[in-house]
């Protein structure tokens, strides 16, 4: 299953609302199982993301939404990188380092699930999205 087959996805650029709305929509259609695997791969990926952070210019990595698909065989993991300065470069560079990614995480969770899912990473910029609107608000 491609990642543009899991819910809540466009090929347009959606805003963090319609994301947020979309991951409400996607929360009540997913199964039990789906949201389990999902709550793991977060957790898992997270110490993963801690221990390669020198790879990735020593940018705090963190991992804010995992969905799966149904098949449990694709992920799409949304990061939040900090500090804010290119973000794009440290995305390109986890994107290359997904093989090695996907195999530690396949030796932490290897009896837990039957397929370790491909994995598809994005930017997740509500943060961002969040300070520009409190910016706005205070001035």
Do not use: H
Not at 36 to 61: C, D, T, V
Not at 118 to 137: E, G, K, V
């Amino acid at each position: 299953m491609c990642p543009e087959a899991l819910a809540g996805t466009n090929k347009k650029k959606d805003s963090p609302v319609e994301r947020l709305m979309a991951s409400v929509k996607y929360l009540k259609m997913t199964s039990t199982r789906q949201q389990k695997i999902s709550r793991l791969l977060q957790k898992e990926l997270g110490p993963i993301f801690q221990q390669m952070a020198p790879e990735f210019g020593g940018n705090m990595i963190t991992v804010t939404v995992v969905r799966i698909s149904p098949d449990l065989s694709v992920a799409k993991v949304y990061l939040s990188i900090f500090p804010g300065k290119n973000k794009e470069e440290v995305l390109e560079k986890i994107r290359e380092k997904t093989p090695a990614v996907r195999g530690l995480l396949g030796n932490i969770i290897r009896n837990q699930v039957r397929i370790i899912p491909a994995l598809y990473f994005y930017l997740d910029d509500s943060l961002d999205y969040i300070d520009n609107i409190d910016r706005l608000l205070k001035s």
